[in-house]
C-alpha cells in the first residue's frame, strides 16, 4: 500500500512508535551521527551513519543460544544496508539465533534522494528497494510511504495513489541520472585471480578490517569457549582468520587476503545465489583510512 505523511508529523509518529516498541534511529551525538535509541520523536535524524545497524540482527559478540525477545524497531535505516541484510539472510537464515532477531527486529528504510560521495548503489538495486516493512521517500512536504506491514501504519498516515507514484518514478530517474550505474555485465566471469590490483592495494592496506566490519553483507565469525561459548565478527583482512595450528597459513600475505575478499563479493558468491555481495553503499571506501576503493577495481575489470 502507498501512504503520504506530512513531514511535520513524522516526530509524532515515531512518538507514537515509541510508546509500544523499543524503538532505535540515526541521532546527531556531538559531530557524529549514530543508531541510538530514541526517547522522543525530536531525537530522530534522517542522516546517514558511517556504520549500518547490522548489529541488531547480527551482534559483532553473541553467546550462542541466548537471544533478547523483545521487538524492536529501528527507523531510518539506508536502502542499501537492509538490502543487505536481505542477502544475509540467504546465508544466515538457517541459523537460529539469526533467524529469530530477523523475526523481532523490524527495518523501516528512508530512501536516498541524492546520491552519496562513495555510494555506488544503482549498480546494483538502486536507492528504492522492492522488498521491505516500511520504505519512506521524501518528496518534498511530505514522505510518500510504501507498507508491507499494516501494524505499523501511523494515524496521521494518508492514503496515497497515481500522483505520489509519479513523484516517486521523477526523483528516481533523477538519481539515476546523478549516479549512472557501473558496468558489472559478466563481472564474475572476467574477474581474474592474478589481477594485479591485489599486489596494488595491498601496498597501501594497513589491514584493520574497517572495510569488513562497515560492511552490510560481510559475515564472516569466529567462535571461542569463554564460560560459555561465543561467536563474534572477524574478518578476512586479517592474518589470523585463515592461521591454522602449527602456525600455517593459506593466505599469510595482504595481496592474498585482499584477492579472497574481491572474489567472494564479486564470484564465488555469485556463483552460488546469482547476485554479488555488494549493495554499493560505500560504506568500505568511506571507513578505509587509505581510500582502498572497490569502484577502481570493478571498472578496471
Known amino acids: 500500500m502507498i501512504y503520504k505523511l506530512k513531514k511535520e508529523f513524522l516526530q509524532e509518529y515515531i512518538d507514537d512508535l515509541i510508546k509500544n516498541y523499543e524503538v532505535w534511529g540515526p541521532k546527531k551525538i556531538g559531530n557524529d551521527v549514530i543508531f541510538s535509541k530514541l526517547e522522543k520523536g525530536s531525537e530522530f535524524t534522517d542522516e546517514r551513519t558511517i556504520l549500518g545497524p547490522k548489529n541488531f540482527i547480527y551482534p559483532p559478540r553473541e553467546k550462542i543460544g541466548e537471544i533478547d525477545d523483545k521487538e524492536v524497531i529501528v527507523i531510518g535505516v539506508k536502502s542499501c544496508d537492509l538490502l543487505g541484510y536481505r542477502m544475509l539472510d540467504d546465508v544466515l537464515g538457517i541459523d537460529p539465533s539469526y533467524a529469530e532477531r530477523r523475526k523481532r527486529v523490524h527495518f523501516l528504510n528512508f530512501v ?18 522492492m522488498e521491505y516493512e516500511m520504505q519512506f521517500t521524501d518528496i518534498g512536504n511530505y514522505y510518500v510511504i510504501e507498507c508491507n506491514n499494516k501494524n505499523l501504519i501511523g494515524k496521521r498516515f494518508e492514503e496515497g495513489g497515481e500522483n505520489e507514484i509519479k513523484a516517486l ?13 557501473l558496468d558489472v555485465k559478466d563481472l564474475d566471469k572476467k574477474i581474474s585471480w592474478n589481477d594485479p590490483k591485489y599486489a596494488e592495494f595491498a601496498k597501501r592496506c594497513i589491514s584493520c578490517g574497517a572495510c569488513n566490519f562497515a560492511c552490510p553483507t560481510c559475515f564472516c565469525f569466529d567462535t571461542y569457549d569463554d564460560n560459555g561459548l561465543y561467536r563474534e565478527w572477524d574478518s578476512c583482512i586479517l592474518s589470523g582468520f585463515t592461521r591454522m595450528a602449527g602456525n600455517i597459513n593459506p593466505r599469510p600475505t595482504l595481496d592474498l587476503r585482499l584477492r579472497q575478499r574481491f572474489m567472494h563479493k564479486l564470484k564465488f558468491h555469485y556463483e552460488n545465489f546469482s547476485y554479488y555481495l555488494c549493495t554499493g553503499c560505500g560504506r568500505c571506501i568511506e571507513t578505509c583510512p587509505v581510500r582502498i576503493d572497490i569502484r577502481d577495481f570493478i571498472r578496471g575489470v
Do not use: H, V
Open 112 to 129: 536516498c534522494t541524492e546520491p552519496c560521495q562513495y555510494g555506488f548503489c544503482t549498480t546494483f538495486s538502486g536507492p528504492r528497494l
Open 169 to 181: 518514478e521523477i526523483i528516481m530517474s533523477d538519481f539515476y541520472k546523478k549516479m549512472p550505474p
